[in-house]
C-alpha cells in the first residue's frame, strides 16, 4: 500500500466516533484488522473504545510516578492490572491484529508490541518497533537512553546483545533488522502476519493481497516479498512469481529458502510440473 492509501486509511477512520484522543497509529492497526476482514465496524468501535480506556488508565498511571521509566509503567499496566498475556504457539489473526489483543488480552510478539506502540503514541512517548528474524520487540526513548521492550518477557529490558545472540540474522545484517521502524513499517509486519495465516489456510487470493500490502508498506521487508512470490508460484503467476524472489534478494540476499524457492521455479518452468508448495518464511 502506498503512502498515500496510508493517509487515507487514517484520516477514513476519523468516522469512527470513539471519545476525544487522537489514537492515530492505533486507528490505523484497528483499520488494517477491519480491512482484512478480521472485524466488523461494531468491533472496530468497541476497539477503540477500549484502547481509549487504556490510554486514559496509563496517562494517569504516568502521572502519579513521574520519576519511573514510562516503559516501565506501561510493561506492569500490560502484564499486572490489565493482564495480558503472551501467545507464542497459536498462529490465529486474533492474536496478531489489535482488536482481538485487546478483546482476549493475549497477543503474539507482534499484537503485543504493537499494541504498546498504539499507547505509547497515543500518550507522546517516542516508541519504535524493532525486528529480528522470526521475532518483533519495541525500543522506547527515554531520558537515560534507549530502552528495548520484551513483550514476551512481560517487558523486560534486554540489552541488544540478547536479541543478536537469540535472533541470529543470517548473513550478519540485513536492512530490515535491529533497527527502528516507522509505523507504515510496523503496518507491514502485521499484514505480512496476515498473509502467512491466511496461506496457511489456503485462502491464497487473500494471502496474496494482504502481501501485497505488506511489501508496499514496507519495501525491505524480505520474507513479505518471498512470501507473495511462493503465493504467485502456487497460483501459477510465474513470471510475477521470480520478481517476487528477485525483489526478495536485492532486499536481503541471506534469506533463508530464497535460492531454493528461485530453483524450484526454474525447474517448474522448464517441465511445466504443477506448482509446488516453496518453503514459508517465518511469522512474527
Known amino acids: 500500500m502506498k503512502r498515500r492509501s496510508l493517509l487515507l486509511l487514517l484520516a477514513g477512520s476519523g468516522c469512527f466516533r470513539v471519545p476525544r484522543r487522537e489514537l492515530a497509529f492505533g486507528r490505523a492497526l484497528i483499520g488494517l484488522a477491519r480491512d482484512a476482514a478480521f472485524v466488523d465496524e461494531s468491533q472496530v468501535t468497541w476497539s477503540l473504545t477500549e484502547l481509549s480506556r487504556l490510554v486514559d488508565e496509563a496517562e494517569s498511571a504516568l502521572a502519579s510516578s513521574p520519576q519511573r521509566s514510562p516503559a516501565t509503567v506501561l510493561s506492569e499496566l500490560l502484564f499486572g492490572r490489565w493482564s495480558f498475556v503472551r501467545e507464542v504457539a ?87 533488522y535491529a533497527r527502528p521502524l516507522s509505523q507504515s513499517e510496523v503496518l507491514g509486519v502485521v499484514e505480512y502476519n496476515v498473509g502467512n495465516e491466511r496461506r496457511r489456510q489456503l485462502r491464497l487470493t487473500e494471502a496474496r493481497a494482504a502481501f501485497i500490502r505488506a511489501t508496499g508498506f514496507f519495501p525491505e521487508l524480505s520474507e513479505a ?45 522448464t517441465t511445466a510440473t504443477t506448482p509446488r508448495a516453496c518453503p514459508l518464511p517465518p511469522s512474527y
Not at 518497533?129 to 537515560?144: A, C, L, S, T
Not at 512470490?229 to 497460483?235: C, T
Not at 534478494?249 to 517448474?268: D, V
Open 90 to 176: 497459536d498462529t490465529n489473526l486474533a492474536f496478531v491484529c489489535l482488536p482481538g489483543v485487546l478483546e482476549r488480552r493475549r497477543g503474539s510478539c507482534v499484537g503485543l508490541g504493537t499494541l504498546f506502540l498504539a499507547l505509547a503514541d497515543a500518550l507522546g512517548h517516542s516508541a519504535s518497533g524493532m525486528m529480528m528474524p522470526g521475532h518483533f520487540y519495541v525500543r522506547v526513548q527515554e531520558q537515560g537512553g534507549a530502552r528495548n521492550v520484551e513483550l514476551l518477557r512481560a517487558g523486560d529490558a534486554m540489552p541488544d546483545a540478547w536479541y543478536g545472540q537469540r535472533f541470529p540474522v543470517p548473513g550478519g545484517s540485513a536492512r530490515e
Open 225 to 269: 516479498h518471498a512470501s507473495l512470490g511462493a503465493v504467485e508460484q502456487l497460483l501459477g503467476n510465474l513470471e510475477s512469481a521470480e520478481a517476487s524472489y528477485r525483489r526478495a534478494c536485492n532486499a536481503n540476499p541471506h534469506l533463508p529458502g530464497i535460492e531454493q524457492n528461485l530453483s524450484l521455479l526454474a525447474a517448474e518452468r
